[in-house]
């Protein structure tokens, strides 16, 4: 044993604190590295978008009269969106609850850890599982369905701001809502109902043509709905525009919305979020 | 800074849940360097004690000063010179021992070295398994890494050995020993008398929310204990035992009777599972 080495311990440790950043990149690579090992949650979270675009798109898939594409095509952009949502705010909503009644957060919140490298953590982990799923369901959307690439930079550009937006806007929601359920238990009954609810009320499963307009005017509050109606402006054609509520994609009030809801949901969570379960106190 | 030597200082601490007082004007000190054993049924007060001094619950009443700082307003500084051991472990269960260790030593300005605290804790041939193929007492053994990879100057352990098999709680007794002559200050709550004698230079025994009675485990016994008891058995058969004070002269007095050998003598002091019984009111429990 090397006692006497240490034993002088008499005020503070010299070192300095690691800082933030640093420590969320660390957070980052080991928070995906749980994520990747367990491959039935990686096959599972990443199919599930796919296999629903591909059941929608094969059952609908007819041309939508006066636009010039087929609803195959329609469903590419809002799959898109819900799988964005999937991979924030449901894996964090489900995961964060579930850490919480394991004592993973009280446990962290024992160290010297900065929160804020928690939840530099969990962006880093849901930008590369957001990243990879988007591109699994534009390969399959490309070559399957028929849907173009974005047509020039602008477009492109205009796809970057709308995913990181809302893959942030989503991703603070989840966490905001991961302090909800009760228990790990009932994480997942408590975040997939709404998650459903407002997959519907958003266009994702059913055009937004067919929605009744209260529904809609729900759905328009929660970001899901800016993020399908922006990806559509990103990938369907302008002709496309008369299915909108609005007759036009509405890029600025897209914008408009998922940024109040990237404030909004920070100030969310920084007034809600818990280390510890309800019954721990 | 802590001025006087103290660790940890507690003063009329309390807290209630709802109806409940589970710490009713609790008194405390720990000096530095030292390992106290915080003994007590359950419901006691201990863990919420434990809990109000790493930071993780509020406090009605009181003073708490845990190495100079209020523990409610805990520095990231603050808790970097605090290590804590949980009653129940919480270690992310796809990684594995090394990851894990390596990257708890990642949150301190100055940790040990990761592959010492792993073979400290006996954990060396299991470094690289997963989490969840390790076995309870080996994962209580992960707690105690993660607890102290930090180089604390204070260790707070909440019932550590619970669940744990007699070799394990030897080998883990051993790390406490090694940790405490490094001269960390520990602070370590058990249900099990002979850990807390084995370990600690000095005993709190808490009941009802405060502590009834505090010292060296010897000085306890000799303070509460309260004498002697002196057995025989009479020359009909009979068992007989006698509580005294002065039992030098009860067997005085019992030897002229029998005029030599005294059958079935036994002269026993009390224990201090008996001093703990009596004080924490359990007695007539047993």
């Known amino acids: 044993m090397t006692t006497t080495a240490v034993r002088t311990r008499t005020a503070a440790p ?42 929608f798109a094969s059952i609908f898939h007819d041309t939508v009269q006066g636009t010039g594409i087929t609803s195959s095509q ?133 055009n937004v043509s067919s929605i009744p307009d209260w529904m809609l005017d729900l759905g328009a509050l929660f970001p899901l709905k800016w993020l399908c109606q922006g990806l559509r402006g990103v990938f369907l054609p302008d002709s496309a525009r008369v299915l909108e509520q609005a007759g036009s994609w509405e890029f600025g009030k897209v914008a408009l919305v998922l940024a109040a809801w990237c404030a909004g949901g920070l100030v969310l969570c920084l007034l809600t979020f818990r280390w510890k379960t309800r019954r721990d106190g | 800074m802590t001025t006087d030597g103290l660790a940890v200082d507690v003063r009329g601490l309390r807290k209630r849940y709802g109806d409940v007082t589970a710490v009713d004007g609790l008194d405390l000190t720990i000096a530095k360097g030292e390992v106290l054993g915080l003994l007590g049924p359950n419901g006691a007060g201990k863990s919420t004690t434990v809990e109000i001094l790493q930071g993780n619950r509020s406090r009605d009443a009181g003073e708490v000063r845990v190495l100079g700082s209020d523990p409610q307003t805990g520095t990231r500084a603050w808790r970097s010179r605090v290590g804590i051991v949980w009653q129940d472990e919480s270690a992310p269960a796809e990684l594995t021992v090394e990851e894990t260790v390596r990257h708890f030593a990642r949150y301190y300005p100055a940790p040990r070295d990761p592959d010492e605290v792993i073979g400290l804790v006996g954990l060396t041939a299991k470094a690289g398994s997963r989490i969840k193929a390790l076995s309870g007492g080996q994962r209580r053994r992960l707690d105690v890494a993660l607890g102290v990879i930090g180089g604390p100057e204070l260790l707070l352990l909440d019932e550590p050995t619970t669940g744990f098999d007699p070799a394990a709680r030897r080998q883990f007794w051993d790390l406490i020993r090694s940790l405490a002559d490094e001269g960390t200050t520990i602070l370590l709550t058990t249900h099990y008398l002979e850990e807390a004698e084995a370990l600690a230079d000095r005993l709190a025994i808490v009941a009802r929310g405060r502590v009834v009675a505090e010292g060296e485990p010897a000085a306890l016994r000799e303070l509460h204990g309260g004498g002697a008891t002196v057995e025989w058995t009479e020359q ?9 004070d002065t039992p030098t002269r009860t067997v005085v007095e019992l030897t002229r009777r029998f005029d030599g050998e005294i059958p079935g003598l036994l002269v026993t002091r009390p224990t201090l599972e008996d001093v703990y019984l009596r004080l924490t009111g359990q007695e007539e429990a047993r």
């Open chain 1, 14 to 55: 010299a070192g300095r604190l690691p800082g933030a950043w640093t420590l969320g990149l660390r957070r980052g690579v080991l928070e995906l590295r749980q994520f990747f090992r367990q491959r039935d949650q990686v096959v599972f979270t990443f199919a599930f978008p796919v296999v629903f675009l591909f059941l």
């Open chain 1, 74 to 206: 329609l469903y590419v952009p809002a799959m898109m969106a819900s799988g964005i949502m999937s991979t924030s705010f449901q894996s964090l909503g489900i995961s964060i609850a579930v850490e919480r009644d394991e004592k993973v957060l009280r446990r962290l919140r024992g160290t010297p850890m900065p929160p804020a490298a928690y939840f530099l953590g969990k962006i880093w982990l849901v930008l590369v599982t957001g990243v990879l799923e988007t591109a699994i369901l534009l390969a399959v959307g490309t070559t399957v369905y028929g849907v173009d690439l974005p047509r020039d930079a602008a477009h492109w550009f205009d796809f970057a701001w709308i995913f990181v937006l809302g893959l942030t806007g989503c991703a603070l929601l989840g966490i905001a809502v991961s302090s909800v359920p009760k228990s790990a238990k009932s994480a997942s009954s408590v975040v997939v109902l709404p998650f459903l609810v407002l997959q519907f009320v958003s266009g994702v499963y059913i």
């Open chain 2, 236 to 244: 009909d058969g009979t068992p007989r035992a006698e509580r005294t």
